[in-house]
């Protein structure tokens, strides 16, 4: 297997990154390989501070570099040779099996679209999030990719997150959840209305009904849909009051207690970190976007989610799941 | 001053907002009273479990109560003696400055909005609620009055919620931030762009530009603006993650620390219960409108809420705030 990720990719790069890489090595199946696409000089560099080439790492050139304020689309133009547009066309020639960045989102979103393409009858490709609970991480999609959705959309992040939650989180029979403002189907803004009479005829999941904003992490559900706008605003929240308990207690509590393994662990539990990248869902591949302030730990899991799905065939089955219903169209 | 306070509403009424009245008395303005609207023979023996008799409380009958599962408008026009109809309509009647009440969210919001009417050039009355943060609360609104909002109800709800941060918040300069999934003007959805164009001209407040998800809690506003779908759906993620935070750390610390002072007053942070009720904003009067969970304490602090209100001619200024853009509008 090959996983290329794009070492010029985040607020850390290329160290984070490449350490990243260095890390994952040890969990990787035999005989695969991570390509660390991007300046080569750098990637040198900083391959040598994380303690020298090692197999299993190789280094493919790309010379330019998407900054994180460029706008995604002039910067895909403009910049042919970036690293995120050479590193999506070895997965896209077949010479690397997934695409990992934390670069600029818009434009790792954007590139993966057009240069992967959607699999035949998905409309919108969504970001995936892992949401740490008390329990088992929760899939909520959109986390950002697409604003304002029609009830199609929504139905169509349902079917995507289900077939990403069986494949890769290890849920075969998934629950799915409506995000909304109120139990009864009557409930919500016009495109949560009727998208809960499209996912409530769905017969490839569970649909469990809507869902509040309190429900997300209770455990009811395997898979929350909403639109996008709402699953960043709930995603950037959601981080922030981690924070924010942090500084709390950090306010409050002895350092003896602070640095306790129960404390630690607490924390852990919701640190994005440990949960890797999001996937762009329904793109023709695998391509994993992650956070611009992604540690070497958070890195490496999303290597790790990369394997997971390409050993699972992640890709296959969603173009399966969308190309019985492009087909039914058309027999229609 | 007078209050009314429907003391059948809520999940453990009468109990707790007659409970939640005695508590207030110690820290009412001099002769005030809290009327106690609902059925006498209830509210009498409520009232003998917590004390007996006050001087500064008098019970007003209302024989019907609306159910927490009743449908809003069909509640309001079937029982016209509800505790909520004839707690409204002392308020509307001057016999009340202010009503509040734990019961049915739907149908408080519904029947406010009917019987005191909104004030001249309010499009669409809003519900402001505290959001607690490691300094001082921010308010969100709407948090759940409207579902799809307009650019101009957008608009409106930062002009509501500026009035009432400088009245009962106590800023006198407020900044208003638009909830939005990045910082630039044209990012977001369709209302949240045109919102921005309307909120970046304003000169009734500071506005400060889009905010993202994660700066809800920064303490970068005192007023963050959005549609009432997002705003419901965070408000209840975030009392959900709270009582996240607690199962996770009641999980790994010991009684010893749980039961400690500081980690005590860190949870005390974040308990909805210190900041009350939620003003219904845009009506003519108070209406203030509570949790169904609320507790004793959070009735006590609601009616904290509502005397500010009164005492700084919240209403009134909301009033005059609207009367201009009507008269300007006329004008034009």
Redesign the interface.
């Known amino acids: 297997m090959r996983i290329a990720l794009d070492a010029m990719g985040g607020d850390f790069a290329p160290a984070v990154p490449v350490a990243g890489a260095v890390e994952a090595l040890a969990d990787l199946p035999e005989s695969s390989e991570i390509l660390l696409v991007g300046r080569t000089k750098d990637i040198e560099s900083a391959l040598a501070k994380a303690g020298g080439p090692k197999k299993g790492l190789r280094i493919v050139e790309a010379p330019e570099v998407v900054e994180m304020g460029d706008k995604p689309l002039a910067a895909i133009r403009s910049k042919p040779n970036s690293s995120i547009a050479v590193g999506l066309n070895l997965h896209k020639r077949g010479e690397a099996d997934a695409f990992i960045s934390a670069g600029n989102t818009g434009a790792v979103m954007a590139a993966s679209t057009i240069m992967l393409r959607l699999h035949e009858g998905v409309d919108r490709p969504a970001i995936g999030t892992a949401f740490p609970?008390?329990q088992k991480p929760v899939l909520v999609l959109d986390g950002?990719a697409n604003?304002?959705c029609s009830p199609r959309e929504l139905f169509g992040f349902a079917r995507l997150g289900a077939v990403y939650a069986r494949d890769v989180l290890g849920r075969p029979q998934p629950n799915v959840g409506l995000?909304?403002?109120g139990e009864e189907p009557e409930k919500?803004?016009?495109a949560?209305k009727e998208a809960y009479q499209l996912l409530n005829g769905a017969t490839q999941f569970r649909f469990i009904g809507n869902i509040?904003?309190?429900?997300?992490?209770?455990g009811k559900c395997d898979v929350v849909v909403?639109?996008?706008?709402?699953g960043?605003?709930?995603?950037?929240?959601?981080?922030?009051?981690a924070r924010?308990?942090k500084?709390?207690?950090g306010?409050?509590?002895?350092a003896s207690?602070l640095e306790?393994?129960?404390?630690k662990?607490?924390f852990r539990?919701?640190d994005y970190s440990e949960y890797g990248g999001a996937p762009l869902l329904g793109v023709r591949g695998v391509s994993i976007i992650c956070h611009g302030r992604s540690s070497a730990r958070a890195i490496k899991n999303a290597i790790r989610v990369a394997v997971q799905s390409v050993q699972n065939n992640l890709s296959d089955h969603v173009g399966a799941e969308f190309a019985s219903s492009a087909s039914h169209k058309a027999a229609v």
Do not use: H, M, P, Q
Not at 251 to 254: A, H, N, Q
């Open positions: 609970t008390g950002g604003v304002d995000l909304n403002i919500g803004n016009l949560a509040e904003g309190g429900d997300v992490l209770s909403c639109d996008g706008f709402t960043n605003v709930v995603l950037k929240f959601y981080e922030s009051v924010l308990f500084e709390l207690f306010r409050e509590l002895d207690v306790s393994a129960g404390v662990k607490a539990v919701l």
